[in-house]
């Protein structure tokens, strides 16, 4: 009984034995329990219904197990339940996201919506390392009730996360900063996490028992196979002890290597200089790593790829760049092929149809179809590598411009005058050595105040329009922004055979070529893709609806001032001029929630 027991309750804490438990994280770790038992059931009913049997195989029964053990393990963590979680790792968190968070609308009890709870997530991981979380993807339709079908169960992720957090907060109606950061914290202890299935594999393979240390040599064997693992998947395994084969398969495969090989160093380093980073009892001077260190070594190598693989994606931009002498931040299809045919170029060889659904073909201009950079160069083709959780991609250049917008704003609505005084102090790169100062166009002023005048006056930080207007301010370096589902993010693998151009259907389009050289960029029409269609990634209702009820306010204030004069005899019908300053311009584009 309790009363017999070991066991003490009071309201802010469980004590068992001399172990002690914050009753909010018991509270919410038994919610996800029991929520992470009943959507695993619907994952695998899902998953029945699809091959039309009467119950689930024991593979796809064995991987909603080890899929909702992971989830669990790193929900506990991040809550402070497992593994406790650093301090300085929960505001280094927070201090990424606060600029983020403080331009996102709130609902009316100053909370976040789910949607952009998962917004604040997915750009995290993007400006942090360059990760995609599956799950997580702008591109996928989803809305306030209904999260998409997810196909495999990582893209189930999302929800499995929110719902640990909504359970600490169901009479709050929403998210705080607090939220994200753990939610944050919980995806990346998950991908940390996921990263060990690997690595035991390896170990197998290579017959190394993971409770023996390894020596040095031993771990680089290890992480070499791991490499070649992680980016290729399992059809590289008969691969793993050819070395020169490997270097066919991967571009600059030695440098991946010795990549790897100076995790070793930074984590030898971290030994000398932080105690607490050994493992084991290993001394400051063990040459012997524990599966625990190649564990850490291996979490390094997915938080910092991308910036090491980064110089092969400015490769390819600057290599496209050349060939956009508008600087409208597109190349025609002819270009884009003849680098291929003509200069030998291994990377440009995706087909017309796969481009088209990555959203990075433009067939609006009169010179025919083009290829949008910044939306090529961001698709996920050109992800380097592509895990059960996450894919690791090429850096969005665009999130450190929108950072730096938004810690300067601060609040989700901005005036134009703000934003052109913001954009108006920065640069915009050609590659890493080249820069110039940008200038805006009339015709770039006049679309920003548009935005403004059918949204109060302001402009909503987070909606599509205004980041197609980024786009075309920084063509090189924002992607251009596509209507909700009309894109999709599949990978070459998911998108089948067709996602390679045949060389005669390359052959065909370089004769297509438009030689634009003697036209003015304004004469190219080059923003004829634009599109007056709003969709804002939360709710602007309370913002907006203010914004409406003031500009109310004031034409309701000029009409009574206008008829005044007219009886005191101030303005006369036959005079113009007076009214037509106080009109403000009417909201005729079409505007969304997604």
Not at 17 to 36: E, H, N
Not at 144 to 161: D, F, K, M, R, T
Not at 168 to 187: K, S
Not at 413 to 424: N, Y
């Amino acid at each position: 009984s309790l009363a017999n027991s070991d066991i003490e309750l009071n309201l802010s804490t469980v004590h068992i034995g001399r172990i002690s438990i914050s009753m909010p994280c018991i509270k919410t770790v038994l919610s996800c329990f029991f929520f992470l038992g009943f959507a695993t059931v619907q994952v695998q009913a899902r998953a029945v219904e699809r091959r039309g049997a009467l119950r689930a195989t024991n593979s796809s029964a064995e991987a909603a197990a080890a899929f909702r053990h992971e989830v669990r393990a790193a929900a506990e963590e991040a809550l402070g339940c497992g593994e406790p979680v650093s301090a300085e790792y929960l505001k280094d968190i927070k201090v990424l996201l606060l600029p983020m968070y403080s331009t996102m609308p709130k609902n009316s009890y100053g909370r976040l919506e789910r949607r952009s709870l998962r917004y604040l997530a997915y750009r995290y991981f993007h400006q942090k390392s360059a990760l995609v979380v599956r799950g997580f993807e702008p591109v996928r339709p989803v809305n306030e009730s209904h999260w998409g079908a997810a196909e495999i169960l990582s893209e189930q992720l999302p929800a499995y996360v929110e719902s640990v957090l909504e359970s600490a907060h169901a009479q709050e109606h929403g998210f705080d900063l607090h939220d994200a950061t753990q939610m944050v914290a919980t995806l990346d202890r998950l991908i940390f996490d996921s990263e060990s299935a690997l690595l035991e594999r390896i170990y197998a393979l290579q017959h190394k028992p993971s409770n023996r240390p390894l020596s040095e040599a031993g771990l680089k064997q290890v992480l070499e196979a791991y490499m070649a693992l992680w980016m290729a998947g399992d059809t590289i395994v008969p691969l793993l002890n050819r070395p020169q084969s490997l270097e066919q398969v991967f571009p600059h495969w030695q440098q991946v290597i010795s990549f790897a090989h100076g995790q070793i160093s930074a984590l030898n380093f971290e030994r000398m200089h932080k105690p607490e980073a050994r493992s084991n009892g290993n001394n400051v001077l063990s040459s012997r790593y524990s599966f625990e260190d190649a564990h850490k070594v291996v979490g390094g190598i997915t938080r910092s790829f991308a910036s090491f693989w980064e110089s092969e994606c400015q490769m390819m931009k600057e290599k496209l760049v050349s060939a956009d002498k508008h600087r409208t931040g597109r190349v025609p299809l002819s270009k884009f092929y003849g680098k291929t045919l003509n200069d030998a170029e291994w990377r440009f060889g995706e087909s017309e149809s796969y481009l088209r659904d990555l959203g990075a073909l433009d067939e609006t201009s009169w010179l025919g179809k083009q290829v949008i950079i910044p939306n090529y160069i961001q698709g996920v083709s050109n992800c380097i590598v592509s895990a059960s959780h996450y894919s690791v991609c090429c850096v969005n250049e665009c999130e450190s411009i929108m950072r730096e917008i938004e810690s300067a704003v601060g609040r989700p609505m901005a005036e134009p005058s703000d934003l052109f005084a913001i954009v108006g102090n920065m640069t915009a790169m050609t590659s890493l050595d080249a820069e110039f100062p940008l200038k805006l166009s009339s015709s770039l002023v006049k679309q920003l105040e548009s935005i403004a005048a059918a949204n109060g006056a302001e402009v909503p930080i987070h909606g599509r329009l205004f980041s197609q207007w980024m786009h075309y301010v920084f063509p090189h370096d924002c992607a251009f922004p596509h209507k909700s589902g009309t894109t999709s993010q599949l990978s070459p693998n998911q998108y089948g055979d067709g996602y390679l151009a045949e060389e005669d259907d390359m052959a065909a389009h370089t004769k297509e070529e438009v030689h634009e050289a003697s036209v003015d960029k304004e004469e190219l029409h080059w923003m004829s893709q634009w599109s007056e269609e709003e969709e804002l990634i939360a709710s602007y209702e309370g913002l907006l609806s203010t914004n409406s009820g003031w500009k109310q306010f004031v034409r309701i204030a000029c009409l009574l001032l206008f008829m005044g004069a007219v009886v005191f005899g101030a303005v006369g019908f036959g005079k113009k001029g007076a009214e037509k300053e106080c009109l403000l311009p009417s909201f005729n584009g079409k505007a969304h929630y997604v």
